[in-house]
């Protein structure tokens, strides 16, 4: 079975114009909206893995993914015109 990805663009629909802008802007947004994805990746073939949720390393990515949502979240939340 096969898990979504969550894009920021989908996770936040109503800041995707911001979110593309500050991907073209802004180098530290682009780099930090790359590593999110990545986490993501990592996160979700984990899970289509059938991972124990209780393990280590699984909730030290997850937590570190939300970080960065959150981070990704105010920056283009405070980039909205």
Do not use: W
Request: glycine share 2%; no cysteine.
């Amino acid at each position: 079975m096969s898990i979504p990805s969550r894009t920021l663009e989908t996770e936040f629909p109503d800041l995707a114009d911001s979110i593309r802008h500050l991907i073209q802007d802004s180098i530290q947004f682009k780099t930090d909206r790359d590593v999110y994805h990545k986490l993501d990746k990592e996160i979700r073939g984990l899970e289509e893995r059938g991972v124990a949720t209780d393990d280590h390393h699984f909730k030290e990515l997850k937590t570190q993914r939300a970080r960065l949502k959150d981070q990704l979240y105010a920056q283009a939340k405070n980039h909205q015109h």
